[in-house]
């Protein structure tokens, strides 16, 4: 059974700080992605990794998957209370890569 | 915006009742998958269909579940004679291809409260 494990599970943190947040596996991912899922909502995608190493970008947000293509991490610059949310990765893998394997999130509060 | 729907979003069930979920994937979307959301848990997958056909249901459970996705209208995801362990957040997702880097693009969930 492949596991995702995020950490922190919980961040709490004032608006124009940094952080990072992680995701980790004992297995590798064919690719891998990161949503924000804020109360009562659905996972909204931020980002779709594929290839070991790659790095994306958006606005304050940079996504790195590792090189063995087992471990993400999702770096924010100067949060804003916006940021604020349940962040999860999610995996696929193998002949059966539609489907996704969650990580159970961090969930982060950036306050005022 | 023509997300993927999900309704009811919210609905209560008494012990022995049944429930239906539907989901509307996105214009253009054949491909759906039904993830569940148990509390303090990460999404697990449940089943994954295309039109009237389904291709992977090894995360459905065994006995009163089962899911459809008809050649006309939305996907539905029925359980049977509800337990209170089926109180959940279930999320249909879709895409466009199903492949590898296909995207998945999730509806808001339906809370299910069972009493």
């Known amino acids: 059974t492949q596991l995702l494990e995020q950490s922190p599970q919980f961040l709490s943190i004032q608006e124009g700080e940094n952080l990072t947040v992680y995701c980790n596996s004992s297995?590798?991912?064919?690719?891998l992605q990161w949503y924000r899922q804020e109360p009562g909502e659905g996972p909204v995608l931020l980002v779709t990794?594929?290839?070991?190493?790659e790095v994306k970008k958006l606005k304050r947000l940079t996504f790195q998957f590792g090189d063995a293509r087992k471990d993400s991490s999702l770096h924010i610059t100067a949060a804003q209370p916006g940021d604020t949310g349940l962040y999860l990765c999610a995996g696929s893998s193998g002949g059966s890569n539609y489907k996704l394997t969650f990580g159970k999130g961090t969930l982060l509060t950036v306050n005022p | 915006n023509a997300g993927v729907m999900q309704n009811p979003r919210h609905l209560v069930r008494r012990r022995g009742q049944e429930a239906r979920l539907r989901c509307s994937p996105m214009?253009?979307?054949?491909?759906v998958y039904w993830y569940r959301q148990l509390p303090e848990e990460g999404l697990k997958f449940m089943v994954y269909?295309?039109?009237?056909?389904?291709?992977?249901e090894s995360g459905m459970p065994k006995e009163r579940f089962s899911a459809e996705f008809p050649k006309e209208g939305p996907s539905i995801l029925r359980i049977q004679q509800v337990v209170r362990g089926d109180s959940a957040a279930y999320f249909c997702a879709s895409s466009i291809l199903g492949g590898r880097v296909d995207t998945q693009y999730f509806g808001p969930g339906t809370r299910l409260t069972v009493l």
């Open positions: 297995s590798v991912f064919s690719s």
């Open positions: 269909l295309q039109k009237e056909n389904i291709i992977d």
């Open positions: 214009k253009g979307h054949s491909h």
């Open positions: 990794v594929v290839t070991g190493g």
